[in-house]
């Protein structure tokens, strides 16, 4: 599954927010440094969706507007 995420780094609270089908915003409290935000994005996404971290990629990590896959197995 591919998903489209804009992220907000340096939110008060983190939480993702849905847009459409495939689309959400993510409100991270880390800073876009050091891979913090990305790190974090990661680990709401697999409390969001109960999967494991290692299941979820970052096609391009530094841009705001990030295009996820998550591997899912049915």
């Known amino acids: ?3 489209n995420i804009k992220t907000k780094p340096n ?3 983190p ?3 849905k847009i459409s089908d ?3 915003k993510a409100y991270i409290k880390s800073p876009p440094e ?3 935000a990305n790190i974090e994005l990661i680990n709401l ?3 969001e969706f109960k999967i494991p971290v290692s299941n979820i990629k970052i096609k391009n990590p530094k841009s705001k507007n990030k295009v996820i896959e998550i591997i899912t197995k049915h």
Do not use: F, T, V
């Open 1 to 3: 599954m591919i998903i």
């Open 11 to 13: 939110s008060s609270q």
């Open 15 to 17: 939480k993702l927010e």
């Open 22 to 24: 495939n689309e959400y």
């Open 34 to 36: 050091n891979n913090k």
């Open 45 to 47: 996404l697999s409390r």
